[in-house]
């Protein structure tokens, strides 16, 4: 086997610039699968991250009423607690449960101002301030300002949003909006923070105000639209669930409400998570092609061979050996090829994990359907190394059997005799 | 005992629809410490005969007894490749050496394949048959660092190094000039007489019959004519 080995390892220097053309074109495709991984996983946990802290948490808790009038913001079906005993109790009984970290409620409604004679469209946020900043990475995205206060008629405004309000930190705003008797009303709050979320969709439309003066203005006391859970990973939510109906079956609000995972409250997430299927299965088939640079070569090296196969045969090597001569060298391309494209795919990851890459006028077109951080930062991990390097080595092995196999079956008369 | 024996031995090949005889109804006996020579024209069967004693092909019809109780046409292709390791040895015309191999190691290949020997001894073998073809002090040379005469005698020391009994030569001199061909020849001859191997050489060159003890013709895949013994009628 070391002979087998030593010969196959001299045979690859016999054609050097071949050697290093399969090696680099496996070195590409396995640095382009680690940077594609690991920018798709940026991506994706980008967005999950974003989906989970503006949207749906780990798990949602929502009036059975309310899941197919979300859009709408409508504050007929809102969650109050269990028998009506109010969302905070609600909320302080599930932190007691054990896999809950953080409950918080969200009083979410429709508004608007009218600056002059234009008229724009915003969403309200009723929330607890200190919640949500253990909920959301809000207190990193001020951009003047504080938060607001509980029991304070303040309001902190997206960037976008205050600038084509045309008002600016301190100034009173007055907004408009429907409460859950369905009357007009408006109120002044002053503005105390701006927050850059860097996502269009949030920036132009979103303000927060105080939980309580949320309550108040829309007159549904102690209540909020809903429930935010967060648990300690994402992939945690479907052990929690019944935990959490179980409370809710437990204090005769099963139901009432509806507790969904973040994965039900967004089927777009669902797709997400194919989408990561169908691009190992891309991964694969661009190592595949590369693949195919080292068949070609193999075939190549075979045919140049044969007499010398017809050699080797005749002095009594056996097909076996000849296949793991031939699978040696294949081999040996497919794991340097790799390893080479492993370390400088995981470099080139590494530096843009820092860096980032700045998406802004594609996500200006897509945020409004989509929360997508306009800067992707690809996640850099030794696992997707491992994984490539693994993935380019075993498939390049895998391919280069076809040649060998056909080295190996050649009838040593016949290659003999091949000019 | 004879070495080899042939019985009505045939090869056919199938080219498409059409069956082409390469070899028909061969019977033959080969003694142990022969040195003969196969010869005959283009596309007379030569090497389809010679392929079929050295198992590289197996006959469509007829038997081969080697040592008189192993029938060689009955073996597998695993089988027929052991045989060959242990008991054949092959000089092809083009000499065949691996490139990257230094002409020691092209000559070690024959041994390294063979359970049993040690590296102590692979190397003892092999540098005392280098020596024997006049190769000492070459040992390190790649196949491109040596001439012509120079590869063949390493071709020549890779087919004897394991002491095999039978020596297939398939036109070893057809690419040499007639002073190495001689050279090659006196060493084929030499090794003959020294270890006793028995040689069967194809050729069609009359400088190689001449060496031969026993001359063997073949026309159209049948022997036309088989004579041994010394000063021979070589055909010019």
Redesign the interface.
Known sequence: MKFLMTLAGRNLFRNKMRTIVSITAIAIAVMVVVFARGLVIGVLDSSFSLYVQYDSGHIKIIDEDYENKTELLSLKHYVDGFEGNGVLKMADRLEEEEGVQLAIPRLKFGAMASPGEEIIRMMGWGVIPESEFQFTKIETAFEQGRMVKMGKREIVLGSGLISSLNKKLGDNITILYKNSFDAFKGSTFKIVGVVDHYLPLINNRLFYIPLDQAQRILIMEDGATEVLIKTKSMGEAEQVKPIIQQVLGDNESRDKYLVQTWSEANPTLKLFNIAKYIYNIIYILLILLAGVVVINTMIMIVKERTQEIGMMSALGLKSREILIIFIIEGTFMGIVGSFLGAVSGSIFTKYLSIHGIDYTEAVGVVSGEFLMNPTIYPVFNVENMIFSFILGSVITTLTCIIPARRAAKLEPSEALRDI | MSLLKLKNVEKVYHQGKIDVPAIRGISLEIEKGEFTTIFGPSGSGK?TLL?II?C??KPTDGEIYYEAEKKLSTLT??EL??????N?G?I?Q?H?L????TAFENVE??I???DGISKKERREKVLDILNSVGLEGLEDRRPNELSGGQKQRVAIA?ALVKNPKLVLADEPTANLDSENSQEVLNIMLKMNKKLGTTFIFSTHDPQVMEYAKRLIEIRDGKVTHDEQGENLDVPH
């Open positions: 090497t392929n050295g590289l092909d292709k695993n490749s052991n045989f060959r390791r242990y054949l092959f092809f083009g065949n691996i490139p990257v191999l290949f024959a390294r394949i063979i890779r």
